[in-house]
């Protein structure tokens, strides 16, 4: 018997949990069980939206008393249910001692998403509302972190900032929005996921009220490195009771190891910090060459934001700090842009947008407001957005790949097209689109001394490269994590070629003792 909370979203987490079983143990027979938190209960009417009557008390509080798990716990303890099945995040931080978490799914994307009325928007937009954008939102640690990065992200700058409350399942938070109570609303990334990609027919109903939902919004995926998630979003946890051997066994083979260990990492972070009501995010996600580490919020009046990296692998020293060069120093970039005139403008809601640069997108076009526009950093982003256009989200500089994870909230999206330079690299999921050109306008600089290089760029090390060919036997290169790597690794293979967050890092991981 797998318990869990009556919501839609977590009847698909008990769901998903029951077809993994399934699949890994033919012939077991499974049952549910749902019922409805006491923090979920009772309602009031606030307008035509009914609300919690707790919709002001923080996440922290709640979560602390137990509230969205504590049910699901006497079931346990009563061996009413044998599983219970939670957002790991909703979880008090003490370890209980009469049951535990036993096992996870892979972890689905931490981020949060914001979502905003298109309607509130035009409102605004056309000055109503006393110019206050208000995002419906409940956690100080959104709060917190969402203050600083609406300052830069948004196309416009609206005249203040609010954040109203609002609690209540997925469905109901959306209808709290589009019945005008803000502007936005912040939603786990993970919940509209599994809402909108739910594949049992039971829950089909309740993906196409969402989707109708999000038709009427236009939606922004929020960086980690702005807006670190709470510990554990997007990872379900299994909990069970500590006396129940079968069941560790019985769920080994659909636990993720990987998932489980950084979830608790990140839960043991926060937990030294303070308590559940700390406002600070703590998200690791492992890259294959390392742990990235994103932490973001407020903790004893002092703004926090960092991300760090664990590596895998220690890397090989210079011999002294003269030795290590960064192509982001004046003067390392050998190029100017020349812009070209593609035949027609790819400004259509089919065609999804990944802007290598900002001045990859030409000046005259004006994407469509249902058409996706995903950065692969976050400096391409801020410039767009200073230019008046809205970005949908980015890959902050850790490859291009989050992008294929937000076509489900474009559902006329058929292809993607990157604007680059004409020689830049074909990232194969997408046709590249040359808006400019790379002319050279100076020598490169004389780098033959150095032994640790970092390259912005692909173009940049194969012009370096071809002025100076003694680099390929250079001790090491480092570079981001994305097409940039392909680039040189491809040229060069993959023993000396390590990826890093920045040069910042590059440098600051090879000096530091």
């Not at 504590?70 to 044998?82: G, K, M």
């Not at 700390?278 to 390392?290: K, S, W, Y």
């Not at 004409?422 to 004389?446: I, K, N, S, W």
């Amino acid at each position: 018997m797998i318990g869990a909370r009556g919501s839609a979203l977590s009847r698909i987490q008990a769901v998903l949990v029951g077809e993994a079983l399934a699949q890994a143990h033919a012939g077991l027979r499974i049952r549910y069980a749902f019922s409805a938190a006491p923090a979920d209960l009772p309602y009031a009417e606030a307008g035509d939206v009914p609300l919690p009557l707790h919709a002001a008390a923080p996440i922290g509080t709640i979560n602390r008393g137990g509230g969205f798990a504590v049910h699901l716990h006497d079931q346990l303890d009563a061996a009413r249910i044998d599983l219970a099945v939670h957002s790991w995040k909703d979880l008090p931080l003490p370890a209980r001692t009469t049951t535990t978490i036993a096992a996870t799914l892979p972890r689905a994307d931490a981020r949060d998403v914001l979502v905003f009325s298109r309607a509130s928007l035009e409102r605004l937009l056309a000055g109503e509302d006393d110019g206050t954008l208000r995002v419906l939102c409940c956690s100080e640690r959104r709060r917190s972190n969402l203050r600083p990065f609406l300052a830069w992200a948004l196309p416009f700058r609206p005249r203040a900032l609010a954040f109203p409350p609002v609690r209540g399942d997925i469905e109901r938070r959306l209808s709290a929005l589009l019945a005008g109570r803000g502007h936005a609303v912040v939603i786990a990334k993970a919940a509209l996921d599994r809402l909108l990609c739910a594949p049992a027919p039971q829950f089909a109903a309740t993906s196409a009220r969402v989707r109708a939902a999000l038709a009427q919004c236009r939606i922004m995926v929020v960086p980690l490195t702005a807006n670190a998630a709470a510990p554990g979003q997007g990872a379900l946890a299994i909990e069970i009771r500590r006396d129940r051997t079968d069941l560790r066994t019985l769920l080994e083979p659909i636990n993720d190891a990987t998932s489980f260990r950084l979830v608790s990492e990140e839960r043991a972070g926060l937990a030294a910090l303070g308590d559940d009501d700390t406002p600070v995010g703590i998200t690791a996600l492992d890259l294959g060459f390392g742990v990235v580490e994103f932490r973001g919020g407020e903790h004893h009046g002092q703004r926090i934001d960092r991300v760090g990296l664990r590596r895998h692998e220690p890397l090989p020293r210079p011999r002294d700090a003269g030795a290590v060069w960064c192509g982001d120093l004046p003067g390392a970039d050998p190029f100017r842009r020349v812009p070209l005139q593609p035949s027609a403008p790819a400004t259509d809601p089919a065609t999804g947008l990944l802007v290598a640069r900002a001045e990859a997108l030409p000046a005259h076009w004006v994407p469509h407001e249902r058409q996706c526009l995903w950065t692969p950093g976050l400096a391409t982003w801020r410039r767009l957005a200073a230019r008046g256009i809205w970005v949908n989200g980015s890959d902050e500089s850790l490859g291009e790949t989050a992008a294929d994870d937000v076509r489900h909230f474009f559902p006329g999206l058929t292809r993607w097209v990157k604007l680059s330079h004409d020689a830049g690299f074909d990232p194969g999921r997408a046709a590249l689109l040359p808006t400019y050109r790379l002319e050279r306008v100076r020598t490169p600089l004389a780098i033959h001394d150095h032994t640790h290089f970092f390259w912005t760029s692909g173009s940049q090390f194969l012009e370096y490269l071809r002025a100076m060919p003694g680099l390929e036997h250079a001790a090491l290169h480092g570079c981001g994590p994305g097409n940039t790597l392909r680039v040189i690794r491809a040229t060069l293979g993959a023993a000396r070629v390590r990826p890093f967050l920045s040069a910042t890092q590059f440098r600051a991981e090879l000096l530091t003792a």
